[in-house]
């Protein structure tokens, strides 16, 4: 596998709000870590500045650790067990009393207490790693106190205090509002959730958006991307979850999502589903197709084999491929009108491995893909 960016180049990375989705970001990071692209500078709003800051001290391990065992305790007051009953909806095992209990809690805090979160950035988050690391680091939070958007370079903030920046950034509407010297903050997202702008801002003229579709304002939508600028991105293609769904299981889930989809953008690997390093020549899929007829008529609808059977008769050799299943095998699979040899094979793997529940996390050659669906 060849690398599509150039590695010899320095990056910035944006990273976007997203509260329980920013696992993802730490997933993409692996992988980009381990093919050593070059970061020069994070920009992160609300989860992205936390996640930020664990790129800039270079901390995989922990930024690993806290992900793969985040709960809700972890990030607020409140009891896990509480929040898994009322999503699972068991009324049965809930203790109604202590259910009580959190619910007057938060109406007298007017929001759920993080001072969790604020322990674990006061125990992870290591000021002078960042600030001697050589990276930039960017935080955009929301002055309630002085009514506008800061973007702050952690150069910048007093000693002692990137910490309180990092909790101003994540401050969601649901939290508990407190002062941060002296000041109130809320939550990026809600103006400026993707701060491509913080990197533009500073002459950054290659850089990689890891997209998570948090709720807030999409400000890439209306960024401007000067001339010669190379903007790049890593995003999933399925739902990440909820901003406050702190559960273990989907954030090492959703780490793992994001490792395979930055090996896509990085190594340009094809698949919707499956991670497919497929390099070969467009005749290469046109006889693997013709190969598996038999796997391939199995896949068309019981009704259409008198159109095969008839078609077989009437259009002998080639031309009963190129003509007549392949066009009918495309249009079964919604293929767009100028779809290829290419695109037709991989989308029959695609289906045949997803039937047989091969695991889609892993970096497959299409052959090998093939002899696990037939060995499954």
């Avoid at 993080?114 to 680091?137: A, F, H, M, Q």
């Avoid at 800061?150 to 000693?159: D, G, Y």
């Avoid at 500073?202 to 890891?210: E, G």
């Avoid at 304002?217 to 399925?238: C, L, M, W």
Wanted: charged residues 30%.
């Amino acid at each position: 596998m060849k690398l599509q960016i150039d590695p010899t180049k320095e990056y910035g990375l944006v990273l976007e709000g997203g509260g329980a989705k920013g696992a993802y970001q730490i997933g993409a990071w692996k992988a980009l870590r381990e093919t050593k692209i070059p970061i020069k500078g994070v920009a992160g709003a609300s989860v992205g500045a936390l996640n930020g800051a664990l790129i800039c001290m270079d901390d995989l391990a922990t930024a690993q650790y806290i992900w793969e065992n985040i709960s809700y305790s972890q990030v607020m007051d409140i009891d896990d067990t509480i929040i898994e009953s009322v999503r699972n909806r068991d009324l049965k095992s809930m203790d109604t009393g202590l259910l009580t209990e959190e619910i007057r809690k938060v109406l007298r805090d007017k929001g759920f207490d993080i001072t969790p979160l604020r322990e674990l950035i006061g125990r992870t988050v290591d000021e002078d790693r960042i600030r001697n690391s050589g990276r930039d680091l960017f935080i955009t939070t929301y002055s309630v106190s002085d009514r506008q958007l800061l973007t702050v370079s952690a150069s910048e903030i007093p000693p002692g205090q990137i910490g309180d920046m990092l909790m101003a950034s994540a401050y969601l509407p649901v939290f508990k509002r407190e002062s941060l010297a002296g000041k109130k903050y809320l939550d990026a997202g809600g103006w400026n959730n993707v701060p491509t702008s913080a990197l533009l801002d500073h002459q950054y003229q290659d850089i990689i958006i890891i997209r998570i579709y948090g709720l807030g304002f999409d400000s890439e939508k209306v960024t401007e991307i000067p001339e010669g600028t190379n903007v790049y991105h890593i995003a999933p293609r399925q739902n990440l979850g909820g901003i406050l769904h702190f559960d273990k299981k989907l954030a090492r889930k959703n780490m793992k999502l994001g490792y395979y989809d930055a090996m896509r953008f990085l190594y340009d690997l094809k698949g919707k589903w499956y991670y497919l390093d497929a390099p070969e020549p467009e005749a290469w899929y046109f006889d693997q197709l013709v190969r598996e007829t038999d796997l391939l008529k199995s896949r068309i609808p019981p009704e259409l084999d008198a159109v095969l059977k008839e078609g077989e008769e009437k259009t002998p050799g080639y031309r009963y491929y190129m003509e007549i299943l392949f066009p009918m095998l495309a249009r079964h699979w919604n293929l767009k009108p100028d779809w290829d040899y290419k695109e037709l094979y991989l989308t029959f793997l695609e289906n045949a491995a997803r039937r047989r529940r091969i695991s889609r996390f892993g970096i497959y050659r299409p052959s090998e893909l093939m002899e696990k669906v037939k060995l499954a």
